[in-house]
């Protein structure tokens, strides 16, 4: 009788522990499997993620990390953009608008500026006349078996081939002075618009006081010694810059 309890007891033991063990490793069945779903998904859509996907994808990070990173500016300093802008764009339309903008001495830059144009000017028409009068002489003599035209202005010169060619030469050299002044016309009405927005953008971007002065003191320098004299020091003159 001993023996059949003792069975009865073991037999319902195992059957509790067996039993509260089953949801355990129902659990960790379903979790493994899961993992290993998971990992066969990644491993997957990497493996399937052309290079061309992969470059869209990696763009759109980038994007959206510069997006972050933007910086807004405030109203402040937007008028000052503006304000600084505006000087080099009217002097591109016309020659110094800019500097009459940006004050100062716009009254000397000014009649600097279009006197340079006038200067530019006479030299195109001095070499573009003198290019065009020996152009028609070095015709007439080329078509008349190099004879002298008969209003020439140039009577001195003789005829002859040699005299043909050396107003070639001329005609030439006037030509080429007359397309460079163009050149230096062009190069000027550009050089107005960078001093405008050079001077806009120190005048309004950076503080530039009138506290400016030099200042002269004297100082002891070091100097090497030698081994035939020992000199510490040599007497000097500093000057200090204050800006």
Partial sequence: MNRVLIILLLTL???????????????????????????VDTIDTTATETRRERRQRERREQEAAEQEQVIFKDSARLALEARSNRPWKQSLMVPGWGQITNGGWWWIKVPVIYGGFVTTVLIFEFNNRYYHDILEEVQYRINNNHAIPPNSKYPYLGTGSQTTDYMITAKDYYRRNRDLMILVTLGWWGLQAVEAYVNSMLKNRWDIGDDLGVSISPTLLNQPSSALAYRPYAIGVKVNFRF
Avoid: V, Y
């Fill in 13 to 39: 033991g195992a059957a509790s522990t067996l039993r509260a063990q089953e949801p355990d490793s129902l659990q960790r069945d379903s979790i493994q499997k899961m993992a290993d779903s998971l990992a």
